[in-house]
């Protein structure tokens, strides 16, 4: 047993050195790791120290191991990063001992992605190739970034190529691509190198609009993908009918592509670009129906003169289905060819196709300009509203500028009660009417029409309402087998109806075989009954029209302007021509050169010669009389007839009444009975005599000689 005295070190006692040979038995042969020396303190026996050195070494062993790992790794990955070493071509036993050698792969041999493969990270270098694909490619990775590469050269997969690219755009050859791309992708842009195929024209490029779950698929401006993502065409300045799937080839029925194309306008879209390429838009059935319909969409542009196709299944005279019609739609640009495959030239049994037309039924609308042709079909251009009369508070259309071609068509335009203030240039080929207005306003109209038939080439018409201010030229190179080139005419059983301030301008030659009854160049007056009856006198009025005609052909009618109707209300035409009026002036006073003309048949007692002065202010003028009668027209050789020549004096009020005195300067008188008297009233010189035969004839021509005219 150990004393354990304390004693302090340096101590000679022999129970402490007996306690120090016990201690040092325990250093030298314990087991134990620590001992209490006889002080109490524990120290470490030799055991202890063993087993220390030993923990110690076995830490730095692997610190040691770890750290060559790491200079192992970071060297290959260095060799990796300094370059690589070919060593030649995929084959077996080629031998890959560093990680930056590598072998070039052949598609054709291997069936894989062609590329420039290295050992992986999991590969044991070094590596001997099998030659056997499925074995080694477990080993082996692509070079660098040439999985990059291969990715971004995918165009196939749509996550991969361009889709992962953030702020590139993704390519596809078509619409249906379009569908098939990826909305997780990183790019969130598309183009379209084409609608269905590449370079077809449609397609454009497009953007992903992620926000947006609930648009419809319009085939155009919105594509609604398989994965529900909405793909929104980036430019929509003017669209065109190839970005909706229009094949353009006149052969495909185009109409569906079209109409969705024109169903983007409930969006706010208002441009759009026919390219000038031909659509078929099948067949046409509907009377006064249309194709393409806009109600109140104002600011249209239609351009890029599409030729509009389409197969006549038309039925009924005159019957029309319009390309594109617009009701109440104000500043408009529209252009259209309208062509039919078939056409009835036999007017008034023709219909087809309508290229243009306006239509008001409940707001006025104005500005609009178009460009129209039509082959085969009805008209280039028409207003469509009723034929009934226009009360004061019916919309209009107005402020109208056009440019039409007709060919083998009925109308190069037709205005009905619609189209005030309207300036334009007609060009016609084998048309029936090349002008026809019907209760307008205000048109400046030149007309270059070539083989006019069957009808009137102009044709001025007052239905229910009034027409005023009409100038038109007319360039008339040839006429076969129709009626009067111009016909200014009322149709009405009212006879409420005026026309007023018409000027026409006609050059005309090549008029060959007109219709009979039709000889005439003018027709001025004529006025029938609603069911299409003649009148042999109206109300209506027809006046302050101006008749100017170049012939360069020796014109050879009877007469040159017909008036078929008496006139009640007196009225002025003026005639810049030389050419015979015909028997009588029905009515009408006619202003030729410097003088004013008037004639009347049957009975002068009752039927005078009526002369509208026009305006001549208070304190009149004079004028030189030239007065002839006859009692009986037959009569050639004058037996009982009076020609007399008078200077009258005119005084008139504001309000057109005065007096009317004559001084007779010369007078030749055969037989007995006739005589001359002048009244005066509403601006109107009225010749009567107190003749009563039914068979007299009576003409008045004035010269005017001076005074305060107007």
């Given at each position: ?175 249906a691509g379009l569908r098939l791309l990826d909305k997780t992708a990183a790019s969130a842009h598309a183009f379209v190198s084409g609608y269905y195929a590449h370079g077809d024209g449609g397609g454009g490029a497009y953007y992903l609009d992620s926000a947006d779950t609930t648009s419809t698929d319009n085939g155009g401006t919105t594509i609604v993908a398989a994965d529900g993502a909405r793909w929104k065409l980036a430019t929509t300045t003017a669209l065109t009918p190839l970005q909706f799937g229009a094949v353009a080839d006149g052969v495909t029925n185009d109409r569906a592509a079209i109409t ?451």
């Amino acid at each position: 047993m150990a004393y354990n005295t304390n004693n302090p070190v340096g101590s000679t006692d022999p129970r402490d050195l007996y306690d120090n040979a016990g201690n040092l038995d325990k250093l030298v042969n314990g087991a134990d790791p620590f001992y209490a020396d006889r002080l109490g303190k524990l120290r470490e026996s030799w055991a202890g120290m063993q087993n220390t050195f030993d923990t110690s070494q076995a830490g730095r062993e692997s610190a040691f191991t770890l750290s060559q790992a790491d200079k192992e790794n970071r060297f290959q990955a260095f060799l990796v990063s300094s370059g690589y070493v070919s060593k030649g071509d995929y084959a077996a036993n080629v031998v890959l001992a560093e990680r930056n050698e590598y072998v070039a792969v052949n598609a054709a041999t291997t069936g894989t992605s062609p590329g420039l493969y290295r050992p992986n990270a999991s590969a044991t270098l070094p590596l001997t190739l099998t030659g056997t694909w499925a074995t080694d490619s477990a080993n082996l990775v692509l070079l660098g970034d040439d999985v990059l590469r291969q990715d971004l050269a995918d165009d196939t997969v749509p996550a991969l190529g361009a889709g992962m690219v953030g702020r590139s755009s993704q390519v596809v050859g078509s619409i249906a691509g379009l569908r098939l791309l990826d909305k997780t992708a990183a790019s969130a842009h598309a183009f379209v190198s084409g609608y269905y195929a590449h370079g077809d024209g449609g397609g454009g490029a497009y953007y992903l609009d992620s926000a947006d779950t609930t648009s419809t698929d319009n085939g155009g401006t919105t594509i609604v993908a398989a994965d529900g993502a909405r793909w929104k065409l980036a430019t929509t300045t003017a669209l065109t009918p190839l970005q909706f799937g229009a094949v353009a080839d006149g052969v495909t029925n185009d109409r569906a592509a079209i109409t969705a194309m024109l169903s983007t306008v409930a969006g706010g879209q208002r441009n759009f670009d026919f390219l000038g390429l031909t659509y078929f838009l099948g067949i046409i059935n509907v009377p006064d129906g249309a194709i393409f319909q806009f109600t109140q969409i104002h600011g249209l542009r239609l351009l890029g003169m599409p030729k509009m196709l389409v197969t006549n299944q038309m039925v009924g005279d005159l019957a029309y289905q319009s390309v594109f019609e617009f009701v109440d739609c104000s500043d408009l640009e529209v252009e259209c060819d309208a062509e039919g495959d078939a056409f009835n030239p036999v007017s008034p049994n023709s219909n087809g196709v309508v290229a243009v037309q306006l239509r008001n039924d409940l707001v006025s609308a104005k500005g609009v300009r178009v460009k129209a042709k039509v082959t085969k079909g009805l008209a280039a251009f028409q207003t469509g509203n009723t034929w009934t009369a226009r009360t004061p508070d019916r919309p209009i259309y107005s402020d109208i500028d056009f440019d039409l071609s007709a060919e083998d068509a009925e109308y190069g335009t037709r205005l009905i009660n619609c189209g005030f203030n309207v300036t334009g240039r007609i060009r016609t080929k084998l048309v029936a009417r090349s002008y026809f207005p019907v209760g307008v306003h205000n048109h400046v109209v030149v007309i270059d029409s070539e083989q006019q038939r069957n009808f009137m080439d102009v044709l001025i018409k007052a239905y229910e309402d009034s027409v005023s201010n009409i100038d038109v030229t007319l360039n008339q190179r040839s006429s076969t087998n129709a009626e009067w080139p111009v016909c200014i005419e009322h149709q009405n059983d009212g006879e409420l109806t005026s026309i007023r301030g018409v000027s026409v301008h006609l050059n005309m030659t090549g008029r060959t075989t007109p219709k009979a009854g039709t000889t005439e160049i003018f027709c001025v007056g004529r006025a029938l009954t609603l069911a299409g009856a003649a009148r042999t006198s109206t109300n209506c009025v027809t006046d302050n029209i101006s008749l100017t005609l170049n012939g360069i052909q020796e014109i050879t009618s009877t007469a040159t302007l017909a008036l078929p109707t008496k006139a009640n209300v007196s009225s002025r035409i003026e005639c810049n021509f030389n050419g015979v009026l015909g028997l009588g002036s029905a009515g009408y006073t006619i202003v030729q050169g410097d003088g004013l003309r008037g004639s009347t048949q049957g009975a002068p007692n009752t039927n005078p010669v009526r002369i509208k002065l026009g305006s001549i202010y208070p304190a009149g003028g004079y004028f030189l009389a030239t007065l002839h009668g006859n009692k009986n027209v037959s009569d050639t050789d004058c037996t009982n007839a009076l020609t007399r020549i008078d200077l009258v004096r005119v005084a008139m009020d504001t309000a057109g009444a005065g007096v009317a005195q004559n001084t007779i300067i010369s007078s030749d008188s055969r037989g007995t009975g006739f005589d001359f008297a002048y009244s005066l009233a509403g601006g109107v010189l009225s010749v009567t005599s107190t003749v009563t035969d039914a068979t007299a004839i009576m003409a008045v021509t004035l010269t005017p000689l001076g005074g305060r005219f107007l």
